[in-house]
């Protein structure tokens, strides 16, 4: 799509948001199941734990990271994404693994890792500082878990992980045969847009967010609004009607300057542009767009919108109505979901 007005104003009177910049506010406080951070977890040396990390924070994004007791940040070895295996390897799901330094989670992202520590070894799961969006929040640092090596057991459990080929990779597969059939497979444009609405004091001003098919250019931006018939328990108006057994390639342009993510029931779905390769996921990260100036009005520039693509598989998944959304509850709660239909 071309540049899109942006919602916020980045001067107002004498208020100035740097549309470049990284944010306004931070999550303060945060908690390891329950227990405040940073958490403390003593395992067995030499022994290999699977660690399954959640954000179940409403809004608050996380970029995950593992650190040494020098301080030098250590690669952690992905298995799973979202609750499923990075190996298209049902029988031997941790099996292969993908290493990173560094993985940005959205709210309700969870990431499974695989590690072993040798004795006397202690690592920190840490949230590092990252720019993510300049209207929203700044991710901050914070210390999650600390994990220490305890005494190591008799007979350790012993699992042999390799580095994950393109071969073995799950998403990597469900691309191969999207891409070799591609009278399977249909594209659309779905678009994030943001704006504030005046109401001249009663109610007061409020935000409301979108999320569109904009395949069509005679589309229409709405809120969330189910309509059911009589006796009915789910939506009879859906916002998108797919066809079971099809292949979907869905271009998400994002055109608001905050981050947004994107998440989908019922199913997961290839993110084809998640960083390292592509990965099966239920929730992606969507990131902000570029600003651009715009000549009719300096204080509120022009957003050129960030496209993320996503391969979506409705051949295994039930007929019905399900609801896709971004997982920003603020957002959410706002407009920011919309209704499918599988026939």
Same mark, same amino acid.
């Given at each position: 799509?071309p540049?899109?007005?942006?919602?916020?104003?980045?001067?107002a009177?004498?208020?100035?948001?740097?549309p470049?910049?990284?944010?306004?506010f931070?999550?303060?406080?945060?908690?390891?199941?329950?227990?405040g951070?940073?958490?403390h977890?003593i395992?067995?040396?030499n022994e290999?734990?699977?660690?399954?990390?959640?954000?179940?924070?409403?809004d608050?994004f996380?970029?995950?990271?593992?650190?040494?007791?020098d301080?030098?940040?250590?690669?952690?070895?992905?298995v799973?994404?979202?609750?499923?295996?990075v190996?298209?390897?049902d029988?031997h799901?941790l099996a292969?693994?993908?290493s990173?330094?560094?993985?940005?989670l959205?709210?309700?992202?969870r990431?499974?890792i695989l590690?072993?520590?040798?004795?006397?070894k202690?690592?920190?799961?840490y949230?590092?500082a990252?720019?993510?969006?300049?209207s929203?929040e700044i991710?901050?640092?914070?210390?999650?878990?600390?994990?220490?090596a305890?005494?190591?057991?008799?007979? !350790?459990t012993?699992?042999? %992980?390799?580095?994950?080929?393109?071969? &073995?990779? +799950?998403?990597?597969?469900?691309?191969r045969?999207a $891409?070799?059939?591609?009278?399977?497979?249909r594209?659309?444009?779905?678009?994030?847009?943001?704006y504030?609405i005046p109401?001249?004091?009663?109610?007061p001003?409020?935000?409301?967010?979108y999320?569109?098919?904009?395949?069509?250019?005679?589309f229409?931006?709405?809120?969330f609004?189910?309509v059911?018939a009589?006796?009915g328990?789910?939506?009879?108006n859906p916002?998108?009607v797919v066809?079971h057994?099809?292949?979907e390639?869905?271009?998400?342009?994002?055109?608001t300057?905050?981050?947004?993510?994107f998440?989908i029931?019922q199913?997961a779905?290839a993110?084809?542009?998640?960083?390292?390769?592509?990965?099966?996921?239920?929730?992606?990260?969507?990131?902000?767009?570029?600003?651009l100036?715009?000549?009719a009005?300096p204080?509120y !520039?022009l957003?050129k919108? %960030?496209?993320?693509r996503v391969?979506? &598989?409705? +051949?295994?998944?039930?007929?019905?109505?399900f609801? $896709?959304?971004c997982?920003m509850?603020?957002?959410?709660?706002?407009g920011?979901?919309?209704?499918?239909?599988v026939e």
């Amino acid at each position: 799509p071309p540049a899109w007005p942006s919602a916020t104003a980045v001067r107002a009177g004498r208020t100035w948001m740097n549309p470049h910049g990284c944010g306004i506010f931070d999550v303060p406080l945060s908690t390891i199941d329950g227990v405040g951070t940073p958490a403390h977890l003593i395992v067995p040396a030499n022994e290999p734990q699977l660690l399954r990390f959640l954000d179940a924070t409403s809004d608050s994004f996380k970029y995950l990271r593992l650190r040494d007791a020098d301080g030098n940040v250590q690669a952690m070895h992905i298995v799973g994404r979202d609750g499923v295996p990075v190996s298209a390897d049902d029988d031997h799901p941790l099996a292969r693994y993908v290493s990173t330094n560094g993985l940005l989670l959205p709210p309700t992202g969870r990431v499974d890792i695989l590690l072993t520590l040798t004795p006397g070894k202690k690592l920190t799961l840490y949230g590092d500082a990252r720019c993510i969006n300049p209207s929203g929040e700044i991710v901050l640092r914070h210390d999650f878990l600390t994990i220490e090596a305890g005494p190591p057991p008799q007979k !350790p459990t012993v699992i042999a %992980s390799a580095p994950l080929t393109a071969a &073995d990779s +799950r998403a990597r597969t469900l691309e191969r045969f999207a $891409f070799s059939h591609p009278n399977l497979v249909r594209r659309r444009a779905i678009t994030y847009t943001a704006y504030v609405i005046p109401t001249g004091g009663k109610p007061p001003m409020h935000p409301e967010f979108y999320i569109t098919d904009t395949t069509n250019p005679n589309f229409h931006e709405h809120p969330f609004s189910p309509v059911y018939a009589k006796d009915g328990t789910v939506p009879a108006n859906p916002d998108i009607v797919v066809k079971h057994g099809t292949i979907e390639e869905w271009y998400i342009f994002n055109a608001t300057l905050e981050v947004h993510s994107f998440h989908i029931h019922q199913m997961a779905f290839a993110a084809e542009d998640e960083p390292g390769g592509p990965a099966m996921l239920d929730t992606a990260v969507i990131p902000v767009g570029k600003v651009l100036p715009n000549a009719a009005d300096p204080n509120y !520039p022009l957003i050129k919108p %960030s496209r993320t693509r996503v391969l979506l &598989d409705f +051949r295994n998944v039930p007929r019905g109505e399900f609801v $896709f959304h971004c997982h920003m509850l603020f957002h959410e709660d706002r407009g920011m979901m919309a209704t499918i239909r599988v026939e």
